[in-house]
């Protein structure tokens, strides 16, 4: 079986670099093909010019916020269903309960978990979304 095919895309939306350099290459590491944007509004063109099977969304980020796109990609028949992580810091409870009740499937505080950890809630969400394809 050609590998390239069972890569899993992953949008990681998070306007730190630091941040997303860090996760960028973990999940590289892990296999994911791994697509940026600093801010809701480029993770939205990402949306419309590629495919992708999951979203990093940060919360706070400038031009449009991770709640609004939230909001944009759970009004879009071809993005209601993709599944997202919140990647969130630990002041942003109100936001996260929002983000939750929009339709995000899971979120993660930055300062809490490591890469590793991200990756191991990343696959399983992944196992528990094919699971309820079947």
């Known amino acids: 079986m050609d590998s390239m095919l069972t890569k899993k895309r992953v949008l990681l939306v998070e306007d730190d670099t630091f941040v ?5 290459v973990k999940l590289e590491k892990e296999g994911f093909v791994v697509a940026l944007a600093t801010n809701g509004l480029e993770a939205i063109k990402q949306l419309e010019s590629g495919s992708f099977d999951m979203v990093l969304l940060d919360i706070v980020m400038p031009y449009m916020d991770g709640i609004e796109t939230l909001k ?17 810091n630990l ?44």
């Open 72 to 88: 944009k990609m759970k009004a879009d028949s071809r993005w209601q269903r993709l599944p997202v992580i919140l990647l969130t």
């Open 91 to 134: 002041s942003e409870r109100e936001k996260i309960e929002e983000a939750l009740g929009i339709g995000a499937n899971d979120y993660l505080i930055k300062s809490h978990f490591t890469p590793s950890e991200v990756i191991e809630k990343i696959n399983a969400l992944f196992k528990k979304t094919e699971s309820a394809k079947m």
């Open 20 to 24: 997303s350099n860090i996760y960028q």
